[in-house]
């Protein structure tokens, strides 16, 4: 082989590997909107893309409510169709009692949701301005509290609730910063590598924040036995990838405790309580919420492996057949992007 043709290979050769572990820590790597977001005590995250597939096939356009048809009138926006991806950050309150209760929120919102239209809509409903980096930052009052949003690219909303603008500052500074794919908080840093690939939904750290209730966290009504401070990793994924349709969903919960046998007591504690509550819900009327939530009793599963406690669950295609077709949007109560961030 000529000796150019053969450096010539080896290059197109070289070139193809860095390009596959290129895309194979890209797939690795956590989304940008999570990487946008600052320090906090949990992360939650949404791809709504292949849920808005499965959900919006053959329906007919929900109905809105009034205020909401108004906002989507005057920006071009609607959640529903136009939001693809959320990451929010929880940030413990030091006052559980003061205006933003225990927890507050830091969002970095993805889709086709900036424009002039929007820009027109903030500074219509602002009572106060920041220029920050470059962006402006609008402060709109909600509930006794401001809540502060900044579009910080053109398809990406940044939203906080927090009592300063530090979040909100943190998450315009990676921005600007074009943070590498590993990059992000030592949050996101510590847990994405546990949550499972292709997820579509997942959440880490202190996720049980905002069903606490005196320290403890509260889920349909059941107490768990876990406090709000718990290191928790959560997802949930499609268990049976179909073309075309999302399957079934498989739901894990992974808590971190102190120790072996810390683990050991939770996971017998949840585990009787898993028996309990199948059947204090067996005789529940036959709707949609009831039936999901006893088919996600019926097939959970609580195991231990060392120091963590495992739930999972199935949600079966019929009942997200059942969702598509009788779905009511909380899109349709919105009205802003500070709704995002009560």
Request: no cysteine; hydrophobic share 45%.
């Amino acid at each position: 082989m000529h000796r150019r043709t053969r450096n010539t290979l080896l290059i197109v050769a070289a070139v193809l590997v860095l390009l596959a572990l290129a895309i194979f820590l890209r797939s690795k790597a956590p989304p940008e909107a999570a990487r946008l977001l600052p320090e906090s005590d949990g992360i939650v995250y949404f791809d709504l893309k292949p849920i808005r597939v499965f959900l919006r096939k053959d329906q007919k356009p929900p109905q809105r409510a009034p205020e909401y048809q108004q906002f989507v009138d005057a920006t071009g926006i609607d959640w529903e169709r136009d939001l693809d991806q959320a990451a929010i950050a929880l940030h413990r309150m030091p006052d559980p009692n003061g205006p933003n209760g225990p927890v507050a929120y830091s969002l970095v919102l993805e889709g086709r949701l900036t424009g002039k239209k929007l820009n027109a809509w903030l500074e219509a409903h602002a009572t106060d301005r920041e220029s920050y980096a470059g962006k402006t930052i609008y402060s709109i009052p909600s509930e006794n509290r401001t809540v502060r949003v900044a579009q910080i690219g053109y398809d990406m909303v940044a939203v906080s609730n927090t009592p300063t603008p530090e979040q909100i500052h943190s998450i315009i500074d990676r921005h600007r910063a074009a943070a590498l794919p590993f990059a992000g908080s030592s949050l996101l840093e510590r847990h994405y590598h546990d949550v499972p690939l292709l997820s579509l939904a997942w959440g880490v750290g202190q996720i049980g924040l905002p069903f606490s209730e005196s320290g403890a966290i509260r889920i349909f009504g059941f107490s768990l036995p876990l406090q709000s401070d718990s290191t928790i990793v959560a997802s949930v994924t499609p268990a049976l990838p179909v073309p075309g349709s999302l399957g079934a969903l498989r739901v894990k919960v992974e808590e971190i405790a102190p120790s072996d046998e810390a683990a050991a007591s939770q996971a017998a504690d949840l585990a009787t309580l898993m028996t309990l509550a199948r059947g204090f819900t067996a005789p529940l009327g036959d709707n949609l919420a009831n039936n999901g939530l006893k088919a996600l009793l019926k097939s959970a599963e609580v195991t231990q492996h060392r120091e963590r406690v495992i739930v999972t669950a199935t949600l079966p295609a019929s009942f997200l057949a059942k969702l598509a077709e009788g779905r009511g949007s909380p899109a349709n109560s919105a009205s802003a992007p500070a709704g995002a961030a009560n």
